[in-house]
């Protein structure tokens, strides 16, 4: 019963701070998602994964899980709607520390850390491996509603494909044994997108 009490809070915790993000001064980001998702992973203990051999497993998992990411990214370019819709994406001033900083450590490590590693790890121990990734994954889908309301993405489909990613992400993890499979995957679904975004934006004021 301790299990599951601690998993549910950990949850609780973890969707309250998805709607207090979108409040934060912009000229804060990424420094609280970043001590946000450490301390979760520090306090709870959350087995990481990031040494020999547990990590070289982790990098051949990621590798093979971001791969396909990154060819279908680059092969949906080519079709007319998806080529649009990069280029009315808003994109943020300073692109490279997107690119750089914002996505891979504000928000793929501090997601992996507080999501795969302090509450899967929880999800785990209350619910069980099956149980536990699905009940990770409900909570990572549910914690990218306030993204969503604010970008006036649909919020059923934004639920099912982030939870249906973080699922994914969350297999990785116990495959591998390491966390460093889930934050290959998310940085290639994240990096991937963005810089298609960027890169088609850029082509078309040059040919404008």
């Known amino acids: 019963m301790r299990d599951k009490v601690r998993a549910v809070l950990l949850a609780a915790l973890l969707i309250g701070w998805s709607a207090v993000t979108p409040r934060l001064p912009p000229r804060w980001n990424p420094l609280p998602h970043i001590v946000f998702g450490t301390s979760m992973a520090a306090l709870t203990r959350a ?4 040494r020999p051999p547990a990590l070289w497993s982790g990098l051949r998992w990621g590798l093979a899980a971001a791969a396909p990411v990154v060819v279908g990214v680059g092969s949906a370019v080519a079709i007319a709607p998806v080529r ?3 280029a009315a994406r808003t994109l943020p001033p300073s692109v490279m520390r997107w690119l750089l900083l914002h996505i891979p450590i504000g928000t793929v490590w501090a997601e992996e850390a507080g999501y795969r590693a302090a509450l899967g790890t929880a999800a785990a121990g209350a619910f069980g491996e099956p149980g536990g ?30 939870g249906a990613a ?10 591998s044994g390491s966390l460093a499979a889930a934050m ?19 082509r078309r004021r040059v040919t404008d």
């Open 84 to 86: 649009n819709g990069m």
């Open 184 to 202: 290959l995957a998310h940085l290639a679904v994240n990096e991937a997108g963005a810089v298609a975004a960027v890169a088609v934006q850029r």
């Open 133 to 162: 990734r699905l009940f990770t994954a409900a909570v990572f889908g549910l914690s990218h509603v306030p993204d969503a309301r604010a970008t006036g993405e649909p919020l059923l489909g934004t639920v099912l494909v982030t």
């Open 166 to 175: 973080g699922w994914l992400f969350a297999w990785l993890v116990g495959r």
């Open 47 to 50: 087995p990481l994964g990031l």
